[in-house]
Each structure stands twice: as C-alpha cells, then as structure tokens.
C-alpha cells in the first residue's frame, strides 16, 4: 500500500494542552497533598485535594484515576494527525507500519525500564501506562486506516468480548484462598460481579503463569506488588485508545468547531452513560485496575468531555495564552512522565543540602510545618516546568 503526498496538517494546541494537564496532574504528586492533608486532619479543603491525587482502592474514580485513560485516549486522538503528516512527507504503509512496530516495542520496554527503577534488577510488569499503550499501539496504527464506524465495532468487539471472558472465567468460591490480598479488603463482591474481584479474576490467573516465565526479583511476589494490576489490561485499554482515535478522526473532519465540540459530548454522554448503567445493573463493575469494559466506557466518556471542553476554550474561542503553561509541559509529555518518574528525589535532596545552609533548617516551613511537603514539592514542580519550558523554546522535543 502506498500513500500519496498532502498538506501537513495544522496542530492543534488543545490536545498539547489537554496531555499537559495530565501529565502535570502526574508530576503534581511531589506536592504530597495526603502528607499535608494528614497533618491537617480537620480539613475538608485538604483532604478534597488529597482524595483527587489518590487512586481509589478498587471501584470508583478520583481525578488521579484519569491520568493513565487520559494519556491512553490523547494517543489515540494524536494518531490521525500523525498518519496524516507522514503521508504528506510521502511515507509508505510499511515504512509508516515498521515505525509503529518499533514503537510499540520502544515504549513497552519503557514502561518496564521505568517500573525498575530502585530495584535491584529488571522487574518484568507489563502495568505502566507506557507499556500498556506499546502492548496495543500496533493494533491502534492498522485501525488509525480504517473508516470509524470499523472503529466502533473494533470498541465494542473488545469491551463484549473481554467481558465475555471474565464472565466466563470460573468466579471465586466462598472458600477461595486470597493470598495476594488484605486481609481486611473491603472490596469483595458477591454473585455475578464476584468474577471481577481482585487477584482471582481471568487477568490475574494469566499473570500467575505469564509473570513468572521472567527472572525474578529475590523475594519479589509480582502479582502482590501489582496491587490487581494485571498485564491483560491492555486490551482494553486499547478500546480507551481506539475511542481516542474516533475523537481524533472527529477533529480532522472538514465541520465547524462547534459541531466537532457537539460530537465529543454526545460521545461522552453515551460513554458515561454506558458506563454507569453498567455498573449499576450489576452487569459489570467499573473498575480502573482491571480496566473493566465498565471502566473503559466511563473513564472515556470523562475523557471526551476533558477533550470537548479543551477544544472548546483553546481552538474555539482563541484562550491560548491561559493555557500556555500546560502546552509546555503537553508537548513535551514523555519527557515529562520521565522526569515525574527519576527527578523528584535529586531535585529535592538538592534544596535540603544547598537552602537550608543559607536559610536554616525551618526554611520550607515558611507557612507552618503542616506545609512542608507543599513547598518542598512546590519548589521542585516549578524544576520541572523550567526545564520543559527550556526544551520548548529551544524546539527539543523528546519523540519515539
């Protein structure tokens, strides 16, 4: 298959600014508002804030919770503008589909890269974000070429048919011995949605034999240290993409703005929607560490509305300049996961060691000791943002 040159296409700030928020959602936990909402137990400001930067323990969702669909579906929507600057450079299907292949592989081993960090040797979890978007991404490239109501099938064969699977999978028994989890989880359900229950669902049989053909780390239980992530949940994570992809096909379409912003929320209406129906009538709990199908309709739904309202405010009325801080960091959004990744540990020591010997020990106590953690993890935020800021003006972008 060979593709003809076009007119690259324009860029569209809002999804720069939309992964911006995102990633400074991620980069935002050196902040450690649960330290400061802890020491500040009577509260309530504090402890809303410290909720939304804590993923919940099983079924719901914070605004912490949307950063991984979030990053997931931003990838999907990129893909279209991406396919369409390649082939206005003239690339070829194979040369685009080898680069896609390359990829997913970079971005898989990434993810693992990352997970070993501060172990004492590779640890082989296919969980992080990057590698759960690499395991996928290949298939995401072959659907990025097909017409979208191709795409809305490919969502739905995914979320019935990894439902299917769960369901089918032999649920739990009352005696079931739950060796990977608390002893005090409050989270077990009972009846039909006991299928979806954590560390004896299909994802984690699979993981059971998977994660222990890999090397293991001496005194490392991989399925414990997942917390009931499970390596499956790629698959659905890539209907989170593949719903990407839909609203980044929507975005390219020769329609006025306000029709495109139409469509993103009606799509996250009916998402949403689904997606509580779902769980509500106990046909499948939402549930982001398994990434049920329940999940990946409500999380996408939240991501269409996040999109719409982006779209919205930066590419429909012009608010470029508000967001311009966010742009910064969405541009250049896998240095970023990196930095939020390795940096905050040296950045950090580096203000202990250097201010307190010109400003005293109490210096990041400015505001009272419940604080320290804020100004401390303040300070190292505004290291992250000068440095992306820096790539920025100087056009260095990190791409794989």
Same mark, same amino acid.
């Not at 082989?124 to 490239?141: A, E, H």
């Not at 959004?333 to 307190?356: P, R």
């Given at each position: 298959?060979?593709?003809?040159?076009?007119? /690259?296409?324009?860029?569209?700030?809002?999804?720069?600014?939309?992964?911006?928020?995102?990633?400074?959602?991620?980069?935002?936990?050196?902040?450690?508002?649960?330290?400061?909402?802890?020491?500040?137990?009577?509260?309530?400001?504090?402890?809303? #804030?410290? /909720?939304?930067?804590?993923?919940?323990?099983?079924?719901?969702?914070?605004?912490?919770?949307?950063?991984?669909?979030?990053?997931?579906?931003?990838?999907?929507?990129? #893909?279209?503008?991406?396919?369409?600057?390649?082939?206005?450079?003239?690339?070829?299907?194979?040369?685009?589909?080898?680069?896609?292949?390359?990829?997913?592989?970079?971005?898989?081993?990434?993810?693992?890269?990352?997970?070993?960090?501060?172990?004492?040797?590779?640890?082989?979890?296919?969980?992080?974000?990057?590698?759960?978007?690499?395991?996928?991404?290949?298939?995401?490239?072959?659907?990025?070429?097909?017409?979208?109501?191709?795409?809305?099938? +490919?969502? %739905?064969?995914?979320?019935?048919?990894?439902?299917? %699977?769960?369901?089918?999978?032999?649920?739990?028994?009352?005696?079931?011995?739950?060796?990977?989890?608390? +002893? =005090?989880? %409050?989270?077990?359900?009972?009846?039909?949605? %006991?299928?979806?229950?954590? =560390?004896? &669902?299909?994802?984690?049989?699979?993981?059971?034999?998977?994660? =222990?053909?890999?090397?293991? *780390?001496?005194?490392?239980?991989?399925?414990?240290?997942? @917390?009931?992530?499970?390596?499956?949940?790629?698959?659905?994570?890539?209907?989170?993409?593949?719903?990407?992809?839909?609203? @980044?096909?929507?975005?390219?379409?020769?329609?006025?703005?306000?029709?495109?912003?139409?469509?993103?929320?009606?799509?996250?209406?009916?998402?949403?929607?689904?997606?509580?129906?779902?769980?509500?009538?106990?046909?499948?709990?939402?549930?982001?560490?398994?990434?049920?199908?329940?999940?990946?309709?409500?999380?996408?739904?939240?991501?269409?509305?996040?999109?719409?309202?982006?779209?919205? /405010?930066?590419?429909?009325? @012009? #608010?470029?300049?508000?967001?311009?801080?966010?742009?910064?960091?969405?541009? =250049?959004?896998?240095?970023?996961?990196?930095?939020?990744?390795?940096? *905050?540990? &040296?950045?950090?020591?580096?203000?202990?060691?250097?201010?307190?010997?010109?400003?005293?020990?109490?210096?990041?106590?400015?505001?009272?000791?419940?604080?320290?953690?804020?100004?401390?993890?303040?300070?190292?935020?505004?290291?992250?943002?000068?440095?992306?800021?820096?790539?920025?003006?100087?056009?260095?972008?990190?791409?794989?």
């Amino acid at each position: 298959m060979s593709t003809t040159p076009e007119k /690259l296409p324009p860029r569209v700030d809002s999804l720069d600014a939309y992964r911006g928020f995102v990633m400074f959602l991620m980069m935002a936990e050196v902040l450690h508002l649960r330290q400061v909402s802890a020491a500040l137990p009577g509260s309530e400001f504090w402890k809303f #804030l410290a /909720l939304h930067q804590t993923h919940v323990d099983w079924e719901g969702c914070s605004l912490h919770d949307l950063i991984q669909p979030s990053f997931s579906f931003l990838v999907g929507v990129a #893909l279209p503008f991406s396919i369409a600057a390649r082939v206005a450079k003239g690339q070829t299907f194979r040369r685009m589909l080898l680069h896609a292949m390359w990829r997913a592989v970079l971005l898989t081993l990434l993810g693992v890269f990352l997970r070993s960090s501060g172990h004492a040797q590779t640890r082989y979890t296919f969980v992080d974000t990057l590698s759960q978007i690499g395991m996928g991404y290949v298939f995401l490239f072959l659907l990025g070429f097909v017409k979208i109501r191709w795409q809305l099938l +490919a969502v %739905a064969l995914i979320l019935v048919g990894y439902w299917g %699977a769960f369901a089918l999978f032999p649920a739990p028994g009352d005696d079931f011995a739950y060796t990977h989890v608390a +002893a =005090n989880w %409050a989270h077990h359900y009972q009846g039909f949605a %006991a299928h979806w229950n954590k =560390n004896s &669902n299909l994802g984690w049989k699979v993981d059971t034999w998977f994660l =222990n053909l890999f090397p293991l *780390e001496k005194g490392a239980d991989p399925i414990r240290d997942m @917390g009931g992530y499970t390596t499956l949940n790629f698959v659905p994570t890539l209907a989170t993409m593949v719903l990407g992809l839909i609203a @980044g096909g929507w975005l390219r379409l020769a329609s006025t703005k306000p029709m495109k912003i139409l469509w993103l929320v009606v799509a996250g209406a009916v998402c949403l929607g689904t997606g509580y129906a779902l769980d509500y009538c106990e046909i499948c709990p939402s549930v982001k560490h398994i990434w049920t199908p329940a999940w990946a309709l409500t999380s996408g739904g939240w991501c269409f509305f996040l999109l719409a309202g982006f779209y919205a /405010l930066i590419d429909g009325l @012009g #608010l470029r300049p508000p967001f311009y801080p966010l742009i910064v960091i969405g541009a =250049n959004s896998i240095a970023a996961y990196c930095m939020a990744h390795w940096f *905050e540990g &040296n950045i950090s020591q580096s203000f202990k060691t250097h201010l307190t010997n010109f400003l005293g020990p109490d210096c990041f106590k400015i505001f009272g000791e419940p604080y320290e953690p804020l100004v401390r993890g303040g300070l190292v935020l505004a290291v992250y943002w000068l440095i992306l800021l820096w790539m920025y003006r100087k056009k260095v972008f990190v791409r794989i």
